[in-house]
């Protein structure tokens, strides 16, 4: 596969220079005890174990270039934030190494991918004996007594780095543009972005106990997002408003679907951001040979390709449109990446879901709107509105948006308790507004 992001590719390199071995990507979609590559997290033990060779750990360094897919990111989130979708570099040493030496190889590689030290602030979570060792060896480095601070756990380090287990360490770089939901044009927790997840494994636990390790470890993770993201200018933080970024990797598909939804005449609404990482995962595992299906890894395929369809019909726009969507993918993330053209056979797994979909639409609209589903007695819509999302899979913020065409406003909190019948609370009343005029154009007939 051709590499298009320099930067990620030159910090794989730099550390294969440095002595460690390149070890194959595995591949996505098959790897043993029937699990998933492409799903596994890099939090996820099974990720070390596959650089150090396990069941017989190798010695010495190895490094890998993995895609990634997050699946536990369905949702909306600010702009700034990694897509679901990206490539992680991965890197371990079996044996005992100093460890002034092993971080001055993080540094190294992170200068030559065009992340300079100045940027950098260490974040150090250890037991109080782990501390001071890794604070001597950055101020060995050059780091500057005010880089480094001891603090919890960020939300995004991996599980398994624990600080009982050996010394943990997150490098992070200032973003100039919003990475969490409450940031503005002033934020004042600065918006910091994880570069990499470093940590000394020096113990294991067995059996609740935790004994030393006859060969420790040195990991590091690293991800492609991090590496592209645009740092901080120097200076206090620019006022009057959010940006809005784009990942690198998504940003010429962002604006091929923003293209799109212009020519299909949505003037505002649909987020092309959104739209786009949802769109690459989709075309990330149809490449694949993967087919949307009732559960597992085929059922993620199957939920994103109808958040694609449901992102769409909230707006107003005819939920087929995601078959457009997906060619744009083709053309604007797959080709520029050099991943293979999608097959035939991918074609007719979209083409089927994209009806599947649309059936389900029209029959749950049918029954949403027929004599008395959106009668005046309390909590009727909500209740139907619950069974159809969970019955029919009728997404309920179409449901919500097909009610107020019809003039009826279900009660909110009625809404959110109707699927549990074990709470008792009183039945708030069903709002009945005059219908507003229905447009020229139907998407759903």
Request: proline fraction near 12%; charged fraction near 20%; charge should be positive.
């Amino acid at each position: 596969m051709r590499e298009s992001v320099p930067q990620v590719s030159t910090f794989a390199e730099c550390l294969v220079w440095l002595g460690y071995r390149r070890v194959p990507p595995g591949p996505l979609l098959a790897a043993d005890d029937g699990a998933t590559t492409l799903f596994t997290s890099v939090a996820a033990p099974a990720w070390r174990r596959f650089l150090t060779g396990h069941p017989r750990p190798e010695p010495g360094g190895a490094v890998v270039l993995q895609w990634v897919l997050n699946t536990s990111r369905l949702a909306h989130l600010p702009p700034a934030s990694p897509p679901s979708v990206q490539r992680t570099v991965g890197a371990v040493w079996t044996g005992r190494r100093p460890y002034q030496e092993a971080l001055g190889d993080v540094l190294d590689a992170l200068r030559k991918a065009g992340v300079p030290p100045g940027e950098l602030t260490f974040l150090i979570r250890a037991e109080p004996q782990d501390g001071p060792p890794v604070t001597a060896a950055l101020r060995g480095l050059g780091v500057r007594p005010g880089s480094i601070v001891r603090g919890p756990r960020p939300p995004d380090a991996p599980q398994r780095m624990e600080t009982e287990l050996g010394p943990c360490l997150t490098v992070r770089r200032r973003s100039r543009d919003v990475v969490f939901g409450h940031c503005d044009g002033h934020c004042p927790c600065g918006c910091h972005l994880s570069v990499a997840h470093i940590q000394f494994v020096e113990r294991r636990r067995t059996a609740g106990r935790v004994t030393p390790l006859r060969r420790p470890l040195f990991e590091v993770i690293v991800s492609e997002h991090a590496l592209t993201h645009h740092a901080a200018p120097d200076g206090p933080p620019v006022r009057g408003g959010r940006r809005t970024p784009v990942p690198p990797l998504l940003g010429r598909l962002t604006a091929g679907i923003a293209d799109l939804l212009a020519l299909a005449g949505a003037a505002a609404g649909p987020s092309p951001l959104f739209l786009a990482d949802l769109s690459s995962a989709v075309s990330l595992l149809l490449g694949e040979g993967m087919a949307p299906g009732p559960r597992g890894g085929p059922y993620v395929l199957r939920r994103l390709i109808r958040m694609i369809g449901t992102e769409l019909a909230v707006h107003g726009l005819p939920p087929a449109l995601l078959t457009s969507v997906i060619a744009t993918t083709e053309f604007a993330y797959r080709a520029p990446l050099g991943f293979p053209e999608l097959s035939a056979s991918s074609w007719v797994h979209m083409a089927r879901e994209r009806d599947a979909f649309l059936r389900a639409l029209v029959r749950g609209r049918t029954l949403l709107l027929r004599s008395g589903a959106l009668s005046e007695r309390p909590g009727e819509a909500a209740r139907q509105l619950t069974r159809l999302w969970s019955e029919r899979g009728v997404p309920l913020a179409l449901s919500l948006r097909w009610c107020r065409e019809a003039g009826v406003e279900p009660s909110l909190p009625h809404l959110a308790l109707a699927g549990n019948p074990d709470v008792a609370h009183a039945e708030p009343a069903v709002t009945v507004r005059p219908a507003p005029p229905r447009p020229a154009a139907d998407p759903w007939t």
